[in-house]
């Protein structure tokens, strides 16, 4: 498992015998048990690591501990150490995010913290974690999941960070709720008492309390400055010498500590400063010494600033300040032993199999030939890994003409710049990416005239190229004939023995097969995607192609289908990766996602919302932007169908629309669920017609003229569907509009609307899109009613029924509301779908009754006598007091505290005391009984 880890940023360091042990902040950080934040911060120098070390070697049940470096700013290398540090301490936490974070699949590092973070807290065991030198973070995208982690950090959970600076975000929530515990620099600076015991353990001299005290105070109780101080013997006539500036004091103690070393020792430690941890071996490579295990005894036994990074005494590093005077001093007296220094050390690391450091060395040596060999082999590892950044990183800091050289750099840095930007859209200019291609393409003549074209190198470099050019393609909105050409070539020539290519290509060609319409050729591709993800081992990707097959089915009207791809693709990812600890449960969410349509779509829907609400939080942390918007739509209709007033049922429209950025078809997508709000809420209702209008021409929405695809940058999955809901949602408009005001008055005739409808429906059917078209053809059925063709209505309701009942539609046909009444009636008592009819129909009556907002087919407002037969009670009177001034349920339920099914309860009652059909007509009594004015309680 820890496999391609440093173990020793994983373990505690090890605490030299003479520490002070300073066991008044050890009592203070055990005092803060119940702190989810602890924070260490002082400058270099005041003691932080030795603290923590100390502090965690003396609990009996010992802290998880990640000692970071720069390295470190790559986002899945600081995730990976991150819960790898969490599983060595406790076993059973963090194996499956370590596994997400090494998948090829890509998955989103947000999402794997997310399921980080959820099985810390399930686990319900107390779990800390320690994080030194946090200030070498520097990376925006590390700081900003990291941050997101401390927002949702489950109360089971401590984190105790140390630093040199502040950190770069708010934790002001924590401080205000008591959960932030802060040791600062005044804390660790060493009291006289403290620093007269350093002075007893280090100088190993005589040192009187007047020396003490002048020195403690000069050095201001900084840890480093005092023990450099006690070590180099402290001369009473140069006490002058010791300035308040910590980097001055570094070097005048660097010149009384290092000088006063014999020769070999100050080679030693100039020679061993390149390196960033060390060990006798590797010192021995570097220096060319034979001794560096003795050295390194004398070094530790006379406490000169080294830090032992494991248990065993093994691995140690200089203190941070110490290596930087030194390697400053070597790179002034010896730049010429730099380079040769470096250079070994990359041999050293590159035979003992730690490539990052092996390739960081042989770049500071210049030595290209070295790096360009490591780089080539474990760059491309590197991304297969999921640590595209990582490779970025190495590629880039080779010279362009070395890259150029050589055609397996150049394909591996394409790849790692394409990979980081599916989630960015063009954060890096296709250009760039599409220029490392051609330079890879140069080399193809060649390898093929002395190789063959069945050479591995041939086709290793040829196969990479041809699916790379596949993706952007698609990316950049090739005309599909030629992406489909491109993924059928590369299939034919390269997939055979290479489940990656064919997963990448299968699942891009079901992607452009999707756009095109042909939805056959889609669910052919993603099966295939699928079972090559299964066989790669690619989990995401495969979990990603069935939850896209279940979307597909459901579209194409195969409820059952949908039904059944859902519940083998769920059992299916649990055996093959939830099971053995590469999938957290959290990538399971799609699945829910679609189990909470099926749910809505059978009018089951409290268990639709348990459904949606358990998947939204995942799906949104994956990332994939269509699911994202499937699940804002699912929570849309299910608050709409609660009764929700439209200050519930906006946030997530407005989500939507933030989505633009990603989807163009969002904007407009948020307007068509919006005007059916109106519309399903305020049927036949003027304003309601009116707003929707409005709503229609602020977005652009029009049967003819799409300006979305006119300017698309890139394509996201379903974007026809959504097209085609746009459309269905205007035509309902427009018929909606003639209801209310007829020919001459309304802006479409019906003629115009059922001639739109049928080209629609001609379009559905040619397209298979079953779901839509049940839609269209129930909205025909309402169209063919109000012109008067009642045998015109009851075939179209027919045929939707045919369609639908068998696959289990149902929340579709009672989401029309009062104006299908009419129709169902005239089927029921026309013997057409008897059943169905009445099962649809007593759900549409008892939903108006519990909302009573919508007005009655005969229209009126209901109002009688001025004073209702009944008396209405107290709370009855408060609440049509609220109905008056324009509340609604929710807000009614809100000022009384009450539930919303309680306030529609009180509607109906209230509504039938006072004979009116509606909340329009319900005020207007409310006037007429001097019953208005203010929304409080009786």
């Not at 003396?58 to 991150?82: C, H, L, M, T, V």
């Not at 959290?586 to 459904?611: C, G, P, Q, S």
């Not at 008892?846 to 001025?866: H, L, Q, R």
């Amino acid at each position: 498992m820890f496999e391609d880890l440093i173990r020793t940023k994983i373990h505690i360091p090890g605490v030299r015998t003479r520490l002070i042990g300073r066991q008044r902040l050890k009592h203070r950080l055990d005092e803060a048990e119940d702190c989810k934040l602890t924070l260490v911060s002082a400058p270099a120098g005041f003691g932080k690591t030795s603290l923590l070390a100390g502090w965690s070697l003396d609990r009996g049940n010992q802290p998880a501990w990640f000692s970071i470096d720069p390295e470190d700013n790559d986002p899945r290398i600081f995730w990976k150490y991150f819960s790898a540090a969490i599983t060595r301490a406790y076993p059973d936490i963090g194996v499956s995010a370590m596994e997400m974070l090494q998948s090829p699949s890509g998955i989103p590092v947000k999402a794997v913290v997310r399921a980080l973070v959820n099985e810390i807290f399930e686990k319900n065991q107390n779990v800390v974690l320690i994080l030194d030198d946090f200030h070498l973070i520097d990376s925006d995208k590390v700081l900003s999941v990291f941050k997101y982690f401390i927002d949702y950090m489950p109360d089971n959970m401590r984190l105790i960070i140390s630093t040199r600076t502040e950190l770069p975000f708010s934790i002001g929530r924590l401080k205000l709720q008591g959960h932030l515990q802060q040791i600062t620099t005044d804390d660790l600076r060493f009291t006289a008492e403290e620093a007269a015991m350093l002075a007893g353990l280090v100088a190993g001299r005589s040192v009187s309390e007047s020396e003490v005290l002048a020195i403690a105070e000069r050095c201001e109780g900084w840890s480093a400055g005092l023990q450099m101080a006690f070590l180099a013997g402290e001369k009473k006539d140069n006490g002058s010498l010791f300035p308040r500036m910590q980097e001055h004091i570094i070097d005048y103690f660097m010149g009384e500590v290092f000088l006063s070393q014999p020769e070999h020792m100050r080679s030693f430690l100039l020679e061993t400063s390149i390196l960033s941890r060390l060990n006798p071996p590797l010192c021995d490579a570097v220096t060319g010494r034979q001794d560096s295990a003795e050295i390194l005894a004398q070094l530790r036994s006379a406490d000169m600033f080294l830090v032992e990074l494991d248990r065993d005494f093994f691995w140690h590093r200089y203190h941070q300040m110490f290596a930087d005077a030194l390697y400053a001093r070597l790179a002034r007296e010896h730049p010429g032993r730099l380079g040769l220094l470096h250079s070994r050390a990359a041999q050293w690391f590159k035979e003992n199999r730690m490539p990052g450091e092996a390739i960081h060395h042989a770049i500071a040596a210049r030595d290209w030939n070295l790096a360009v060999q490591l780089v080539t082999k474990h760059a491309a590892i590197a991304i297969i890994r999921g640590n595209s950044l990582t490779a970025l990183r190495w590629i880039r800091a080779l010279p362009e003409s070395k890259v150029t050289e050589s055609p397996y750099l150049c394909i591996t840095y394409a790849w790692a710049l394409f990979l980081p930007n599916l989630s960015k859209f063009a954060s890096v200019p296709y250009s760039t990416i599409e220029y490392f291609l051609a330079e890879a393409e140069k080399f193809r003549p060649a390898l093929l005239e002395s190789e063959g074209p069945e050479s591995r190198a041939y086709k290793t470099i040829t196969s990479y190229i041809d699916t790379l050019r596949v993706h952007l393609a698609y990316c950049r909105n090739a005309p599909r004939d030629e992406v489909i050409k491109l993924g059928e070539q590369t299939l034919q020539k390269f997939s055979s023995d290479n489940v990656f290519i064919r997963t990448n290509i299968f699942f891009t060609l079901a992607l452009t097969y999707l756009d095109s319409g042909d939805l056959d050729a889609c669910s052919a591709c993603l099966e295939e995607a699928r079972s090559a993800a299964f066989i790669g081992g690619f989990c995401y990707q495969a979990v990603l192609s069935d939850a896209f097959r279940c979307g597909l089915a459901r579209i194409r009207g195969r409820l059952r289908e949908s039904e059944m791809i859902n519940e083998n693709g769920l059992r299916s990812a649990k055996e093959a990766f939830v099971a053995t600890n590469r999938l957290s449960t959290e990538m399971l969410a799609y699945f829910d996602l679609h189990k909470a349509y099926l749910l809505l779509e059978r009018n089951y829907i409290d268990e639709a919302e348990r459904a949606a609400e358990r998947a939204l939080e995942p799906v949104k942390a994956l990332g994939e932007t269509h699911s994202v918007l499937d699940g804002y739509t699912l929570m849309f209709y299910i608050r709409l169908l609660q009764g929700a007033g439209e200050d519930a049922v906006l946030p997530y429209l407005r989500k939507m629309e933030n989505l633009s950025v990603y989807c163009a078809r969002a904007r407009p997508l948020a307007a068509a669920l919006r005007i059916r709000y109106l519309l399903t809420r305020f049927p036949d209702d003027a304003e309601a017609v009116f707003r929707a209008y409005a709503l229609a021409e602020q977005y652009g929405l029009s049967l003819q003229h799409d300006p979305v695809e006119e300017n698309k940058l890139y394509p996201v999955p379903f974007e026809r569907m959504m097209r085609k809901t746009e459309m269905l949602s205007l035509i309902h408009l427009y018929l909606s509009d003639y209801r209310l005001h007829g020919d001459g008055k309304s802006r479409m005739s019906l003629k115009e609307v059922t001639g739109n409808l049928n080209t629609l429906l001609e379009e559905m059917r040619s397209d298979g899109l079953g779901e839509l078209e049940i839609d269209a053809l129930i909205l025909l059925s309402v169209a063919h009613y109000t012109g008067g063709d009642e045998k015109a209505a009851i075939d179209a309701l027919k045929k939707a029924v045919h369609l639908g009942d068998p696959e289990g539609f149902f929340r579709i046909f009672v989401n029309k509301g009062v104006v299908l009444v009419p129709v169902l009636e005239k089927c029921i008592k026309s013997g057409v779908c008897v059943d169905f009819a009445a099962r649809v129909l007593q759900v549409i009556r008892s939903e108006i009754d519990t909302e009573a907002e919508a007005e009655t087919e005969a229209g009126g407002t209901g109002i009688a006598g001025a004073e209702p037969e009944t008396p209405l009670s107290r709370q009855e009177q408060a609440i049509l007091r609220m109905i008056a001034t324009g509340l609604t349920n929710q807000e009614i339920a809100e000022n009384l505290c009450i539930s919303v099914a309680t306030v529609k309860t009180h509607n109906y009652n209230i509504f039938k005391k006072l004979n009116v059909s509606n909340r329009v007509a319900a005020a207007e009594k409310a006037r007429q009984m001097g019953i208005e004015g203010r929304a409080g309680g009786g």
